[in-house]
């Protein structure tokens, strides 16, 4: 199987930066996603991170380093509509499947 | 993006009946779908995998027999839960593949089993 790990919950203020961690086993490992998800609803993507380094896409930035199975999805400049789980996923290309982690909860405060 | 619909968004059903949902690639032909299933405050966790003209691959844990996965055209899977039973109230969510590994997801059916 494959392990993911992100921490459960987070809060930050608006305006401020929050990075969210995740690591993920590296044996198999073809990329690594990042979906936004509000409650009751699907996953909307964000990210999607093949070899190592920052990519940047507006507020958000996502890292990645295949050496070390870690990768940080970065938000700048929050605003209240950015609470929401931000899910970490990892795509094994041999399976052709997409592992989803437990997912992050953000809350953004005023 | 890829548009991915889903039928019913929401759908009560009373113990012991079954329920079909469908999953539609609007704008793309999908030859693999995915359908994933979420618990409260729980991440999504992948249930099958649907190949248009072949069965499914079920994921470990998962009953095929009563969670049954039509993949019959390119645009549409579905996923039927037979005889439902109050444990499989859950957050049910398709998605389509449109390019290697990127997937986009429908907005879900709400499942609740009384």
């Known amino acids: 199987g494959q392990n993911i790990d992100q921490p459960t919950e987070m809060t930050a203020t608006e305006g401020a930066i929050v990075q969210i961690n995740c690591t993920y086993q590296?044996?198999?490992?073809?990329?690594l996603f990042w979906y936004q998800q509000h409650a009751g609803e699907a996953p909307t993507f964000l990210s999607y991170n093949v070899l190592d380094g920052l990519e940047e896409k507006g507020r958000f930035s996502s890292f990645l380093s295949r050496s070390k199975g870690y990768s940080y999805l970065l938000l700048k400049e929050l605003q209240m509509k950015d609470s929401a789980s931000y899910l970490c996923?990892?795509?094994?290309?041999?399976?052709?499947?997409?592992?989803f982690g437990t997912g992050t909860l953000l809350a953004v405060q005023p | 993006g890829a548009v991915v619909s889903q039928h019913p968004s929401r759908v009560i059903c009373k113990s012991g009946t079954s329920v079909k949902i469908e999953c539609r690639s609007l704008d793309f032909q999908a030859t693999t779908m995915f359908w994933y299933r979420q618990f409260p405050k729980q991440s999504l966790m992948l249930m099958a995998t649907s190949n248009e003209g072949s069965k499914a691959t079920y994921e470990q844990g998962v009953e095929k027999d009563k969670f049954l996965i039509n993949h019959a055209s390119l645009t549409l899977s579905t996923l039927t839960v037979t005889s439902a039973h109050p444990e499989d109230s859950s957050f049910y969510i398709c998605?389509?593949?449109?390019?290697?590994?990127?997937?986009?997801f429908g907005p879900g059916t709400r499942l609740l089993v009384l």
């Open positions: 998605s389509s593949r449109l390019v290697e590994a990127t997937q986009y």
């Open positions: 590296t044996s198999g490992f073809n990329g």
């Open positions: 996923a990892e795509y094994g290309g041999a399976t052709n499947k997409l592992i």
